[in-house]
């Protein structure tokens, strides 16, 4: 699987291509992550974002194992849907309800989910997580489910606030499963208990696309004070613009963070399953960070 030599041609017909399957991808930072890892540790794979219709996911997932693909990562919409095409399941896929990495091998698809790990490491990166650290997390989705994983792996006290209590409820309960403490639904139309939950909360996180076109969360969420860190799962796409939630935060005197460390730390740890080697993790953060400012410029 090693790349040819400097100055050859590249990609040839032996290198095999990763795939991330979206709807939609185009904009994906993953392929600039992955193939600057790939160029570090010469590696002959190439990574391509590959726009996939939710009807057309069961044919692009065979056609992708029948045509030698070395592997691949799944995004909205189809996490859940693509652990239903998976001959077997890592526990954590299992935990989490959803796959976001698949790798095709002589015992058929297998189907992980790395969002839990990246989120952790990078939680621990960013904020030094302590057990019993208060974690609020917005949102009942893909992401949150990853969310409330690694507040178990870091054995956080939890709260979940939903539109719909139910679902938020079973957010919790997954991560009580996971090790979290004190696992807990909010409803996002209670305000006066939401407004507590927040102001409790050590790190108070944005796991919805709120924020992503210039939406604002529920007020709480923009009301953070010193001391609180602001948690935002969506990372900078155009011009490095950040998000209401960052604002507020930066304006209030909190501090905040991004979702590109995610974002790095998922994808390390698919990289790893695909090739078997440690990423380059630094590698990796400077080429998002350089695509992100050229963006902007």
């Known amino acids: 699987m090693s790349r040819p030599v400097d100055g050859a041609p590249?990609?040839?017909?032996?290198?095999?291509p990763v795939v991330l399957l979206g709807w939609p991808v185009a904009h994906s930072l993953s392929p600039v992550i992955h193939n600057a890892a790939f160029r570090e540790q010469g590696i002959d794979l190439v990574y391509l974002a590959l726009p996939c219709p939710p009807e057309d996911l069961g044919q692009?997932?065979?056609?992708?194992?029948?045509?030698?693909?070395?592997?691949?990562?799944?995004?909205?919409?189809?996490?859940?849907?693509?652990?239903?095409?998976?001959?077997r399941l890592t526990?954590?896929?299992?935990?989490?309800?959803?796959?976001?990495?698949?790798?095709?091998?002589?015992?058929?698809?297998?189907g992980d989910n790395?969002?839990?790990?990246?989120?952790?490491?990078?939680?621990?990166?960013?904020?030094?997580?302590a057990p019993g650290d208060h974690l609020v997390v917005l949102g009942t989705g893909g992401a949150a489910r990853a969310a409330v994983v690694a507040a178990g792996r870091l054995q956080c006290r939890l709260s979940v606030v939903g539109?719909?209590?139910?679902?938020?409820?079973?957010?919790?309960?997954?991560?009580?499963?996971?090790?979290?403490?004190?696992?807990?639904?909010?409803?996002?139309?209670?305000?006066?208990?939401?407004?507590?939950?927040?102001?409790s909360g050590r790190i108070v996180m944005n796991a919805t696309p709120l924020?992503?076109?210039?939406?604002?969360?529920?007020?709480?969420?923009?009301?953070?004070?010193?001391?609180?860190?602001?948690?935002d799962l969506l990372y900078p796409r155009v011009g490095g613009v950040e998000t209401p939630f960052l604002r507020a935060a930066a304006d209030r005197g909190a501090d905040g963070f991004h979702g590109l460390g995610m974002l790095v730390g998922q994808a390390a740890a698919s990289y790893h399953r695909w090739t078997g080697r440690s990423a380059p993790v630094g590698v990796m953060s400077a080429a998002a960070l350089a695509a992100i400012a050229h963006r902007e410029a």
């Open 211 to 231: 924020g992503l076109h210039g939406e604002e969360l529920p007020a709480a969420f923009h009301a953070l004070h010193p001391g609180q860190v602001a948690y």
């Open 91 to 110: 526990d954590e896929a299992t935990l989490i309800g959803a796959v976001n990495t698949l790798t095709w091998g002589p015992d058929g698809l297998l």
């Open 163 to 199: 539109r719909r209590v139910d679902a938020a409820s079973a957010l919790a309960e997954l991560g009580g499963r996971a090790g979290a403490r004190s696992p807990a639904a909010v409803d996002v139309a209670d305000h006066a208990t939401l407004e507590g939950v927040v102001a």
């Open 10 to 16: 590249w990609p040839t017909a032996s290198t095999r």
């Open 114 to 129: 790395t969002d839990a790990v990246g989120l952790a490491d990078a939680l621990q990166a960013d904020v030094v997580v």
């Open 60 to 87: 692009v997932v065979h056609g992708l194992g029948a045509t030698g693909a070395a592997g691949a990562n799944v995004t909205v919409p189809h996490k859940q849907a693509t652990a239903e095409l998976c001959d």
